[in-house]
């Protein structure tokens, strides 16, 4: 078996290239980005540009199935720059659904994200939820992207399995609440600026756990499109994440200042509540709780 | 008043054109073709491509409201070229709405499809039904061309209204199956090829009611962003419009044949059904069934 990884430099992408070499998969890397020192030993590695149609088509030919987890992963750019996820995640997932068609590959694992939801209130959303109102250009290209997989999938005879997950968590990351915050601190250990009121709610899940539904989905799913949420059953606010990266810090006496209105950026949605029924009935349990994701995060991006 | 038309020189461009001019409207057009001969002297004319970034940033301001109905309108042409829906719709879309984002212009009408719905069988489609997984690039593109709408909608305070139409006819068109049919039987009266089974059943709407939709739907409409079903509420099928257009152009002893496969093209979806309450519920009720708007295009085609 032969895996070509599309942002497998980053912390996901790193994360799921170990686990399959773990697997005895054969690992093709594919990011702008230099990869992880540790797997320039293990794994193919192609420094390239996924905007780069030519380059993708000839690095792709070989492969049985694409991990596509590489797009723009700063939400909050997007408001600076309007046409980042346009380009870095939908024509991108383009770039990689047209070589994967002209090489005849044809299995897809796709990370989406729960911002195809939009800003859905206190609602627990099901896969089943519509009509899909993005409330940011990470999210309306997120959409693009499952749209495109959809239309290959049919129309060239692909299979694929789209995740819809909570914020994954985990030691190598490299964004996100957690690592900023951490960030913030180690620049400046009397002061915290929060984004937003702090009262945005999430849910958190450790990264292993991604890679457990993945996998459980890949064994069990027989449609030709499968779209999943994935996500831990509990959601912890953003103002509890300072206090827990705080005290993990040992920091004392820190100020904690808030940016004024309930989001954090405009794009951000204050709650999520993913439904993960469907994922539960093939068997996931995940390991974490949000909680203990964090704290796991913790200690593993600390060192403590 | 002042109104932006995209695709101003196609069939639903020039229709909603002369009826904006009626209600005293003054219209720009922007389209990549000439525009119709009497809309020359009637508005404010500019040949260019959306592609065009510059371009179009340079035309769109001092209007009060785009109507956004330039698309790739070949369904079909998406397995030959798959990059066509990508380009003429989705980043045809982003640049219209940046460009707006840059002119402050807050207000767009946009021109989706039941292709977002993807292959619902006989499932009766409701805007709040999900996940939305297209069959086609171009049910792909118009989904994505949603969700930079509702992106930008949220980010950039706009008003959208997104309009999920049935099959468009009317005289003017210039593509679609009555169009085909038609020329088809004019280059040979005696042979109709049918493509697929020809039992392929969808709803078809006369271009007046597409109108009124939009009329009422601008005036009650408060929210952000809205998605709205447009169709008659009975159906026809392929087979059926053959026989309709062999009776209208008067020919007899024509050798009917199908080509293999339940659908036209790759993408095309069998059966289409919309519900349509959220519209009825605002005080639309359309003029003309599908077999009545099918009979009042014919007739205007053909000029009988």
């Given at each position: 078996m032969k895996a070509f990884i599309t942002g497998g430099s980053g912390f996901i992408g790193t994360f799921v290239a170990h686990k399959l070499l773990q697997n005895n998969v054969e690992v093709t890397i594919f990011d702008r980005r230099e990869p992880n020192a540790e797997l320039t030993h293990l794994c193919n590695c192609i420094q390239g540009d996924l905007l780069d149609l030519e380059k993708v088509k000839n690095s792709i030919g070989g492969h049985d199935v694409v991990y596509h987890l590489a797009a723009n992963a700063d939400i909050s750019m997007g408001v600076k720059d309007t046409a980042l996820d346009l380009q870095l995640t939908t024509i991108a997932t383009y770039n990689v659904l047209e070589s994967m068609r002209l090489n005849t590959i044809s299995s897809?694992?796709?990370?989406?994200?729960?911002?195809?939801?939009?800003?859905?209130?206190?609602?627990?959303?099901?896969?089943?939820?519509?009509?899909?109102?993005?409330?940011?250009?990470?999210?309306a290209s997120k959409l693009a992207a499952e749209g495109l997989i959809s239309a290959f999938s049919n129309m060239f005879n692909m299979?694929?399995?789209?995740?819809?997950?909570?914020?994954?968590?985990?030691?190598?990351?490299?964004?996100?609440?957690?690592?900023?915050?951490?960030?913030?601190?180690?620049?400046?250990?009397?002061?915290?600026?929060?984004?937003?009121?702090?009262?945005?709610?999430?849910?958190?899940?450790?990264?292993?756990?991604?890679?457990?539904?993945?996998t459980i989905a890949l064994d069990t799913q027989q449609e030709a499109v499968s779209v999943i949420n994935v996500a831990s059953a509990d959601t912890v606010d953003v103002n509890w994440i300072a206090a827990r990266v705080i005290e993990f810090m040992k920091l004392s006496e820190v100020q904690i200042t808030h940016t004024k209105?309930?989001?954090?950026?405009?794009g951000d949605v204050p709650t999520v509540r993913l439904n993960t029924s469907k994922l539960r009935q093939l068997g996931w349990v995940p390991q974490y709780s949000s909680k203990e994701a964090i704290d796991k995060a913790l200690t593993e991006i600390l060192g403590v």
């Amino acid at each position: 078996m032969k895996a070509f990884i599309t942002g497998g430099s980053g912390f996901i992408g790193t994360f799921v290239a170990h686990k399959l070499l773990q697997n005895n998969v054969e690992v093709t890397i594919f990011d702008r980005r230099e990869p992880n020192a540790e797997l320039t030993h293990l794994c193919n590695c192609i420094q390239g540009d996924l905007l780069d149609l030519e380059k993708v088509k000839n690095s792709i030919g070989g492969h049985d199935v694409v991990y596509h987890l590489a797009a723009n992963a700063d939400i909050s750019m997007g408001v600076k720059d309007t046409a980042l996820d346009l380009q870095l995640t939908t024509i991108a997932t383009y770039n990689v659904l047209e070589s994967m068609r002209l090489n005849t590959i044809s299995s897809i694992v796709f990370l989406s994200g729960s911002g195809v939801y939009g800003d859905a209130s206190d609602t627990q959303c099901v896969e089943t939820a519509g009509p899909l109102l993005p409330v940011s250009l990470y999210g309306a290209s997120k959409l693009a992207a499952e749209g495109l997989i959809s239309a290959f999938s049919n129309m060239f005879n692909m299979k694929a399995l789209i995740f819809r997950p909570a914020n994954i968590v985990g030691g190598g990351q490299t964004h996100g609440v957690l690592f900023d915050f951490i960030q913030k601190l180690k620049r400046d250990c009397h002061r915290l600026e929060i984004l937003g009121d702090g009262n945005q709610t999430k849910s958190y899940l450790y990264i292993d756990d991604l890679y457990d539904a993945i996998t459980i989905a890949l064994d069990t799913q027989q449609e030709a499109v499968s779209v999943i949420n994935v996500a831990s059953a509990d959601t912890v606010d953003v103002n509890w994440i300072a206090a827990r990266v705080i005290e993990f810090m040992k920091l004392s006496e820190v100020q904690i200042t808030h940016t004024k209105g309930k989001v954090g950026w405009v794009g951000d949605v204050p709650t999520v509540r993913l439904n993960t029924s469907k994922l539960r009935q093939l068997g996931w349990v995940p390991q974490y709780s949000s909680k203990e994701a964090i704290d796991k995060a913790l200690t593993e991006i600390l060192g403590v």
